[in-house]
T-cell receptor
Framework: LAKTTQPISMDSYEGQEVNITCSHN???????ITWYQQFPSQGPRFIIQGYKTKVTNEVASLFIPADRKSSTLSLPRVSLSDTAVYYC????????????FGKGTTLSVSS | GAVVSQHPSRVICKSGTSVKIECRSLDFQATTMFWYRQFPKQSLMLMATSNEGSKATYEQGVEKDKFLINHASLTLSTLTVTSAHPEDSSFYIC????????????FGSGTRLTVV
């Protein structure tokens, strides 16, 4: 069973900020939260990873509350090319067990 | 870092034949390899896990005699779909993992298998 729950789909317009929230109520102490992006017929691509609080990189921000039971991926000023499926995953890099994918969130960006 | 090469990107084969998919970790040693498959409009489903030099562990419902996994080296793993049938048509994705917390989870670019 997937460890995470996300909205199935979201719609947005170019230039808007998109926030995708993920629930992971049973996250373990050693688990990190990682978000991936997948385009059709391509493998998942790493976006951002965090353990707690806020992480920001050149493409996104990740907000993680103190209880770590949820996280929010924030995509600033989306463009048409951000249309993709976004997966939130929790996993222990040290233990190296397989990532179990949930259904992901299909983001559709329109002009 | 963490460069993964998966080949072929797409393959069409006749029913009853076998197809080999290669996955290479180019700049790190993959002590563990995960293989996933993805059907249209569905999420990735874990098929099997292999550790270098050991037999693979298959998920429930995945036939080990049909999906042969070889992980003989730390930089190469192969998945062979034997006696392929149209229902094996899918998108196969490898995910090599280095040992330890410094190595995150990486994914290959995927192989689109079509069995006709």
């Amino acid at each position: 069973l997937a460890k995470t729950t996300q909205p199935i789909s979201m719609d947005s317009y170019e230039g808007q900020e998109v926030n995708i929230t993920c629930s992971h109520n049973n996250i373990a102490t050693n688990d990190y939260i990682t978000w991936y992006q997948q385009f059709p017929s391509q493998g998942p691509r790493f976006i951002i990873q965090g353990y707690k609080t806020k992480v920001t990189n050149e493409v996104a921000s990740l907000f993680i509350p103190a209880d770590r039971k949820s996280s929010t991926l924030s995509l600033p000023r989306v463009s048409l090319s951000d249309t993709a499926v976004y997966y939130c995953l929790v996993g222990d890099n040290q233990a190296g067990t397989a990532l179990i994918f949930g259904k992901g969130t299909t983001l559709s960006v329109s002009s | 870092g963490a460069v993964v090469s998966q080949h072929p990107s797409r393959v069409i084969c006749k029913s009853g034949t076998s197809v080999k998919i290669e996955c290479r970790s180019l700049d790190f040693q993959a002590t563990t390899m995960f293989w996933y498959r993805q059907f249209p409009k569905q999420s990735l489903m874990l098929m099997a896990t292999s550790n270098e030099g050991s037999k693979a562990t298959y998920e429930q419902g995945v036939e080990k005699d049909k999906f042969l996994i070889n992980h003989a080296s730390l930089t190469l793993s192969t998945l062979t779909v034997t006696s392929a049938h149209p229902e094996d048509s899918s998108f196969y994705i490898c995910s090599p993992k280095g040992q330890g917390a410094n190595y995150g989870y990486t994914f290959g670019s995927g192989t689109r298998l079509t069995v006709v």
